[in-house]
Each structure stands twice: as structure tokens, then as C-alpha cells.
């Protein structure tokens, strides 16, 4: 069945960095886009990075461009956070998440906290 796993998070202070990993299986994980999602207390979840299957091609949301950075590893089927110049107001749970078909998965979350 489709396993999403995540890891990598923990506490940071701000200006610090973590990466986030996503260890995927029970799927062609080659052939589908990844993304992963942050959600904070008390709000929605929201997209924070996507890249398609080959890779080639990324999105994120407008308050992480040029801090966040999201890649993978087909060969290890594994998509990543680089999450650089954190601040406060990126602690969340983060998650992992993929579509097949018309059914979204979603792996446990990883709690980043961003604090001093």
C-alpha cells in the first residue's frame, strides 16, 4: 500500500535551517508530482512546495520562495525540504503529500518549531 514518511523536523532557531525528508513507497514514485503542506495551529493547511515527477519542474508559495527549496531522489524514492533563513511563523507540522488518481495521501507530519 502507498507509505509516505517523513522526518527531519525538530526545534530551530530562527535564521536556522532543517531538511525535511519523504521516504515514499507502494507507487511508481518516478511517476508522480510531489508536494509538501504546513499546517500551523489553529489554520488550514497550506501548499508550501510542489516538483513533478521527473523533477523539473517546482512551485512554492509566495512566503517561502527563496528560503524553501524542494527536490528528490528518484532512484531513492525520497522528495526533500531544504528549509533555509527559517523563522517563527514557519513552525507547522509539515506533510508530505501525493495524488493518484483522484486519491490524495498524506504521511504523518513532522513538527518544525522555529523558536529562540
Known amino acids: 500500500q502507498v507509505q509516505l514518511v517523513e522526518s527531519g523536523g525538530g526545534l530551530v532557531q530562527p535564521g536556522g535551517s532543517l531538511r525535511l525528508s519523504c521516504a515514499a513507497s507502494g507507487f511508481p514514485f518516478s511517476t508522480y508530482a510531489m508536494a509538501w503542506y504546513r499546517q500551523a495551529p489553529g489554520k488550514a493547511r497550506e501548499l508550501v512546495a510542489a516538483i513533478t515527477g521527473a523533477g523539473g519542474n517546482t512551485n512554492y508559495a509566495d512566503s517561502v520562495k527563496g528560503r524553501f527549496t524542494i527536490s528528490r531522489d528518484n532512484a531513492k524514492n525520497t522528495v526533500y525540504l531544504q528549509m533555509n533563513n527559517l523563522k517563527p511563523e514557519d513552525t507547522a507540522v509539515y506533510y508530505c503529500?501525493?495524488?493518484?488518481?483522484?486519491?490524495?495521501?498524506w504521511g504523518q507530519g513532522t513538527q518544525v518549531t522555529v523558536s529562540s
Open positions: 503529500t501525493t495524488v493518484l488518481g483522484v486519491q490524495p495521501y
